[in-house]
């Protein structure tokens, strides 16, 4: 028979698992690039405008997660004044 504490590790197990798959599969998704860009950047002579787009892409990419990080930081902050209230 399982105990309740059996099946709460079983369960963290599988937990951790399915992060570490679904972890890994978001890291190799974000090494494709769009049709569109892959035709216009292919050759060997377009290494200035790849590394542009690339630097783009990223400049693109830091804002969202910012925007959660000074949010998620007000949020905490404000939990943080409200217990020592």
Do not use: H, W
Not at 32 to 56: F, I
Request: proline fraction near 1%; include cysteine; aromatic fraction near 10%.
């Amino acid at each position: 028979m399982y105990t309740k504490n059996k099946i709460q590790k079983t369960n963290s197990k599988i937990q951790t698992l399915l992060f570490g798959i679904c972890f890994f599969l978001i890291g190799i998704s974000a090494q494709a690039q769009c049709a569109m860009c892959r035709a216009a950047l292919s050759g060997d002579s377009n290494t200035k405008k790849a590394e542009a787009v690339n630097d783009g892409i990223v400049y693109l990419m830091v804002i969202p997660y910012l925007l959660v990080i000074i949010i998620g930081y007000l949020i905490y902050r404000m939990y943080k004044k409200k217990k020592a209230a």
